[in-house]
């Protein structure tokens, strides 16, 4: 029998708490099997995004000075299908699970999200989404008690570059290609066009909505995991200003030379040019000449643009499938 929770302290997340929420949050994702893994400076920006009010949108529970569980909330600037979209985050330490602390975290997630949304989009409809890496885990469980129900599947892709090999067409030493449009992105130069172009590209995806000059300069441009050398695009010599970028690829690096493709767009204009595959193949070759061990992304299972086949084309193998689950506020 668990002892109770009431001597247990509920506070804000703050920058003193980085160490042990970095600690709790790899915890996490090291037992759940999530792949992934965080450092100070990667959560230091998430209390630092401008959209964020660290005081309320933020919750850490500690048993002395452990951090046992957290919860984050993100409420989208934009509205989707006239939806305002509460992101929900959070974990419990695998020692504290079953004592009843991830039903208060949700509860309290449930809370700051229709008073967050009622700030930021008045009179607005909200739905709540929760990200679930493992279908049929402990976290999936809890979303459907809460009357979450599965709203799309995801798939996590990879390459590994001891074993890629380009596509045919594309290989390393080749001679360019004709009408090769590939450029590395200048974040200075061509950040609000491809900002645009994300816009129009991600219009009739999933989930979506449009991102914010603010909240793009931030959050995709200023994040310390960006790497532009490895981030291409497209421009159209024949559009000058901030529409001139056809298409897009995006990179980072949140683990030592470990690629991650963020986001990978094309604006309708330029559709079935072969874009996306050019100037994806053109940041692995970069990556991979520069030493990186392996590529992944995700990618949405029921992609408009057909996104799925395209990667598996260029090399890349599904991983792990993981699941979006949503229901309605209010």
Not at 48 to 63: F, G, H, M, N, Q
Not at 134 to 157: T, V
Request: proline share 5%.
């Amino acid at each position: 029998m668990f002892p109770p929770n009431d001597h247990l302290v509920r506070l804000p997340i703050s920058k003193a708490d980085l160490g042990e929420w970095t600690r709790l949050v790899n915890d996490i994702g090291e037992y759940d099997q999530t792949g992934e893994k965080y450092t100070p400076t990667l959560l230091e920006e998430e209390l630092d995004d401008p959209s964020v009010d660290s005081e309320l949108d933020t919750l850490a529970i500690y048993d002395g000075d452990l951090m046992v569980a957290y919860g984050q909330l993100h409420v989208t600037d934009g509205l989707r299908d006239g939806y305002a979209k509460a992101i929900f985050g959070g974990g419990v330490d695998p020692r504290y699970r079953r004592r009843g602390l991830g039903s208060e975290v949700t509860d309290w997630l449930f809370k700051r999200a229709l008073d967050k949304a009622a700030e930021k989009h008045p009179g607005a409809p909200t739905k709540a989404s929760m990200w679930i890496h493992h279908p049929g885990s402990a976290d999936e469980f809890l979303a459907l008690k809460y009357g979450f129900e599965r709203a799309r599947y995801f798939s996590d892709m990879r390459v590994d570059f001891d074993v890629w090999e380009p596509p045919a067409g594309f290989e390393i030493g080749a001679p360019p290609r004709e009408n090769a449009r590939a450029i590395e992105l200048d974040p200075a130069k061509h950040g609000e066009a491809t900002r645009l172009a994300h816009n129009e590209a991600f219009a009739d995806h999933w989930g979506s909505s449009p991102r914010s000059k603010e909240n793009w300069e931030f959050s995709t441009l200023g994040s310390v995991a960006f790497r532009p050398t490895l981030s291409r695009i497209a421009v159209n010599p024949e559009i000058e200003g901030d529409d001139a970028v056809d298409a897009y690829v995006l990179a980072t690096e949140y683990q030592d030379k470990e690629l991650y493709i963020s986001i990978v767009g094309t604006r309708r204009r330029a559709r079935g040019q072969g874009l996306a595959t050019e100037l994806l193949v053109e940041s692995l070759k970069q990556a991979q000449r520069e030493g990186f061990v392996k590529a992944e992304l995700g990618v949405d299972s029921a992609s408009p643009t057909g996104a799925n086949t395209i990667y598996e084309r260029i090399g890349f193998r599904v991983t792990r499938t993981s699941v979006v689950m949503e229901r309605l506020l209010a």
